[in-house]
């Protein structure tokens, strides 16, 4: 089935060790999103990308990066986690509002990161 | 700015019977959508039902249905005969043209057998 697909599931890394997270979709959505959600809290949007086109949230750390080399994937790169970045990191694509209004976003499985 | 407000945190529910969970929503924009996302536990968020503003009738999807008053800026969520597998963390979202979206804090949902 067309997906979105996040890997891994579950992420260990060491505080201040870069740490990369990967998101992939089989949608051929042209919308790509990574958000940030602690537990029992909404999810914070990061940043998202029009086709290539990166749009950073105003308040998201310098610390944290993206890169979408195609379509289908998207990366969140952690440039020096500290202990404030554990969360589940969710990666969520749609089609833009050019191919009609409403177009609900689809989410990944998610990345826990965990921060020792 | 747009704001979603979802005022209870947490509910129950006994299986087969019926909950509405409230969300209210502040915007000056005449034409969005609003969204209900459902996320069990350590499980993927899953669209469960949509609304367009410049609809007036209600949208259903099975056993869930939404209350949009729009002159109140209000867009409740009902379960019919909640199932066990209903329990997860419910999300309001707004959305106006552009994608984005707007959460509200969220409702844990328990379903009791």
């Known amino acids: 089935d067309a997906m979105v697909i996040q890997n891994p599931r579950y992420q260990v890394t060491q505080f201040g060790k870069p740490v990369t997270l990967s998101c992939s979709q089989t949608?051929?959505?042209?919308?790509m999103y990574w958000y940030q959600q602690k537990s029992s809290q909404a999810p914070k949007l990061l940043f998202h990308y029009y086709d290539k086109d990166f749009n950073n949230e105003a308040d998201t750390p310098d610390n944290f990066q993206s890169r979408r080399p195609n379509t289908s994937f998207c990366f969140l790169d952690i440039r020096s986690p500290g202990l404030g970045d554990a969360a589940m990191y969710l990666c969520?694509?749609?089609?833009?509002?050019?191919?009609?209004?409403?177009?609900?976003?689809?989410f990944g499985d998610g990345t826990r990161l965990s921060i020792l | 700015a747009q704001t979603v407000t979802q005022s209870q945190p947490e509910m129950s529910v006994q299986e087969a019977e019926t909950v509405t969970l409230s969300c209210t929503y502040d915007t000056s924009e005449n034409n969005y959508y609003l969204f209900w996302y459902k996320q069990p536990p350590s499980r993927q968020m899953i669209l469960v039902i949509r609304q367009e503003a410049y609809k007036q009738q209600n949208a259903t999807e099975n056993r869930f249905s939404v209350n949009f008053q729009k002159a109140a800026k209000s867009f409740s969520l009902k379960i019919s005969d909640s199932q066990l597998g209903d329990t997860a963390m419910y999300f309001c979202?707004?959305?106006?043209?552009?994608?984005?979206?707007?959460f509200g804090g969220g409702t844990r949902l328990m379903v009791k057998p």
């Open positions: 979202a707004f959305m106006e043209a552009g994608n984005m979206l707007t």
């Open positions: 949608l051929n959505h042209n919308v």
């Open positions: 969520a694509t749609s089609r833009d509002s050019s191919a009609g209004s409403n177009q609900p976003q689809h």
